[in-house]
């Protein structure tokens, strides 16, 4: 008896796969920036979105959005004006976030802090609704078009800031989306891998694709089919060996990282003995003569 025969775990297989090639999407680019865990940071601002919603009764979806593309926001406007590191701003979001979402969510008519958290630090992708489904869906649809179609334009600010903007880039705008779509990203892959996890789905296909691509578009292109596999498969695995979802899918998606890691650097090292080694010239005799 095949386990999708249940409308939840179909939800959670289209909002694994629909994560699975946003996050790379957009990951590519923190990566390329050396912001690899400013998904962890957001993550925790979202912790503050979700409380304010717990608290209001309103959708935690909606409101983490709101929330973490707000702080989004203020730390890239931090970062730009040079008021301080980005590693302060990040700390920041790191501790105020998670502070004042535990705060919020200990106070919700909704029960205790820990049980309401549960699902959002850990990921709970099989008890999505369908409205659920649908943000994420259409968000993730909408991040995934802006990262492609503006591939050119992001790779430029991401690789050479002062460059692009001697090119006549609107640097800031592309700034601030790269921002909203990190903490919309942030946000709907909360549902899948949780809080705690959701870096690991921007950042580790990509490091994984690197391992055996050269080129940006190869990078990305790689990237994306991995997370996508890898959310496939973990949910099918999850659902067969009842395990927890987010994790298993993070699991899968590092074991690809370690075989394609030693799979090149096999690769490389029979590569090396395979070569010729280069023939050495001999010294001229007046030079071995010391004449």
Known sequence: MSLFQYDFMIRALIGALI?????????????????????????????????????TNQS???????????????????????RTSGDLALAVLFYGGIAGGVVLVGLSPKGGAGNSLTAYLFGSLTTTSPSDL???VVLGLIVLLAMVALRPALFAICH????????????????????????????????????LLVSALMVVPVA???QV???FRATMALAMLIGLVSAGAGVTLAGEANTALGATIV????????????????WRLVRRRMLPAAPVAAEPPDVVLGR
Do not use: C, W
């Not at 590519?28 to 400013?38: A, E, F, G, H, P």
């Not at 973490?68 to 004006?81: D, S």
């Open 19 to 55: 994560i699975g090639l946003t996050a790379p999407a957009l990951g590519i680019y923190l990566v390329q920036r050396k912001l690899s865990l400013i998904g962890d940071g957001i993550g925790h601002v979202a912790l503050t979105g979700v409380g304010v919603g717990l608290l």
């Open 60 to 82: 935690p979806v909606y409101t983490a959005v709101i929330v973490a593309a707000i702080g989004a926001i203020g730390v890239e406007l931090v970062r730009e004006r040079g």
């Open 134 to 136: 649908t943000v994420i």
């Open 160 to 195: 050479d800031e002062e460059y692009a903007r001697v090119s006549g880039l609107p640097v800031r705008a592309l700034n601030l989306l790269l921002a909203v779509t990190t903490a919309v990203t942030v946000t709907i892959a909360m549902r899948a891998v949780g809080l």
């Open 208 to 210: 994984a694709a690197q």
């Open 213 to 215: 691509t050269r080129g």
């Open 251 to 266: 699991l899968l998606t590092i074991a690809v990282f370690l075989g394609l890691a030693i799979g090149a650097a096999v």
